[in-house]
Nanobody, 116 residues
Framework: QVQLVDSGGGLVQSGGSLRLSCVAS????????LGWYRQVPGQNRQVVAQ???????IYANSVEGRFTISTNNAKNTVYLQMNSLKPDDTAVYFC??????????WGQGTQVTVSS
């Protein structure tokens, strides 16, 4: 059973930075897409960033230029570096991993709160 463990959230002032980490219980080579989503109460979970095996990354318009997704295959870890944070970035952030057979796994979520 694949497990994803999210961490790194917290409270930060507007303009600050955080780095989220997601450790997988298996090699990242098993997955076709790795990503981060976020969710605020009353709204659907939305994609923030995704990265492919060839390291191609795509970002939501709202975070383009401020967030960076990356991987460390030796540590089975996916990162989300978040800079220039805004109050609108406040949400629970979830790591996501999808296999070639479209099986999807989720982390437990980590809260990010940005104060103005």
């Amino acid at each position: 059973q694949v497990q994803l463990v999210d961490s790194g959230g917290g409270l930060v002032q507007s303009g600050g930075s955080l780095r989220l980490s997601c450790v997988a219980s298996t090699s990242l080579d098993r997955f076709s897409i790795l990503g981060w989503y976020r969710q605020v109460p009353g709204q659907n979970r939305q994609v923030v960033a995704q990265i492919m095996p060839d390291e191609t990354a795509i970002y939501a318009n709202s975070v383009e230029g401020r967030f960076t997704i990356s991987t460390n295959n030796a540590k089975n870890t996916v990162y989300l570096q978040m800079n220039s944070l805004k109050p609108d970035d406040t949400a629970v952030y979830f790591c996501n991993a999808q296999t070639m057979r479209l099986v999807t796994y989720w982390g437990q979520g980590t809260q990010v709160t940005v104060s103005s």
